[in-house]
């Protein structure tokens, strides 16, 4: 399921470099449906009502630019995505990510 996030209300700030999101077990760098490579941009959300500000990774397709730690960014069509998966060890796991279509700095 994936449910948009309205993130106009949000500052958004990146805590460090965009990293390859890598295919489990290897060191293949995974792709969307489209062939574009993913990346993981760690960030800080302040302004989502929380008493601590959370911070988390939202998953882009490249090319991402070159993001400065610290900076101010925004997402195009940010979206929280639920998923679930048996390990091998036939327990159920669940979580949340989140995706978007885009990420660039955020004009002052």
Known sequence: MQVPVDASRMTIIATGEPQPVKVYGTDEQKADRSGRPLFKVPVLLSGTGERVD??????????????????????????LSTWTVR???NRERSGVTLRADSVEPARS
């Open 54 to 79: 959370p911070t988390t990774t939202v998953t882009v397709p490249g090319p991402v630019p070159t993001l400065t730690r610290g900076a101010q960014i925004r997402f195009k069509n940010l979206t």
């Open 87 to 89: 390990g091998n060890d």
